[in-house]
T-cell receptor
């Protein structure tokens, strides 16, 4: 079974731009969660999607948004990028609920200049 | 906000020694999980222990859970250089509906050959 894939792996953007990150979960997994990882804040939960519906949302501004498609693939979007958005963005999938074992992708390293 | 707090923040040991990492959390949980992350990569699930379990083994890993103290420990026996990584605990808190995993800030383990 193929693992969780994330594209792109690396991204460099400038302040004010927007970015879209993509995540393909393991086949059959319906829950997709997104996390932001920074050295200062650690792993912070962004949101979780299940069957195309946002089921949980972390404490991030409205510039961070996401969606899930009928094939469970998910995208997250960050608009009006700030320097502090530089981070490793991780996507994780699980069979049903995000409280169970999660399978992580390799992450997208976003650098905002 | 972080639910779990790992201790120590960093640990350096010689190959062959045992490594013990601790995790404390704040609220009642359904389960607690441990993950490993190699530098800048995605997280890998190691083990899940449910709130009604006290100890669990998987290969060289031993996890204990004390719900009265809201704490868990991860023991890696006979460590190898390949065990060098960051280790995170994650808790699935009891709550209404599905709640996302909340990760601690991790313990950085260095195993010196």
């Amino acid at each position: 079974k193929a693992g969780v894939t994330q594209t792109p792996r690396y991204l460099i953007k400038t302040r004010g731009q927007q970015v879209t990150l993509s995540c393909s979960p393991i086949s059959g997994h319906r829950s997709v969660s997104w996390y932001q990882q920074t050295p200062g804040q650690g792993l912070q939960f962004l949101f979780e999607y299940f069957s195309e519906t946002q089921r949980n949302k972390g404490n991030f501004p409205g510039r961070f948004s996401g969606r899930q498609f009928s094939n469970s693939r998910s995208e997250m979007n960050v608009s009006t990028l700030e320097l502090g958005d530089s981070a490793l963005y991780l996507c994780a999938s699980s069979l049903v609920a995000s409280g169970n074992e999660q399978f992580f992708g390799p992450g997208t390293r976003l650098t905002v200049l | 906000s972080q639910q779990g707090e790992e201790d120590p923040q960093a640990l350096s040991i010689q190959e062959g020694e045992n490594a013990t990492m601790n995790c404390s959390y704040k609220t009642s949980i359904n389960n607690l999980q441990w993950y490993r992350q190699n530098s800048g990569r995605g997280l890998v699930h190691l083990i899940l222990i449910r709130s009604n379990e006290r100890e669990k083994h998987s290969g060289r890993l031993r996890v204990t859970l004390d719900t009265s103290k809201k704490s868990s420990s991860l023991l890696i026996t006979a460590s190898r250089a390949a065990d060098t990584a960051s280790y995170f605990c994650a808790t699935d808190a009891v709550g209404s509906g599905n709640t996302p995993l909340v990760f601690g800030k991790g313990t950085r383990l260095s195993v010196i050959a």
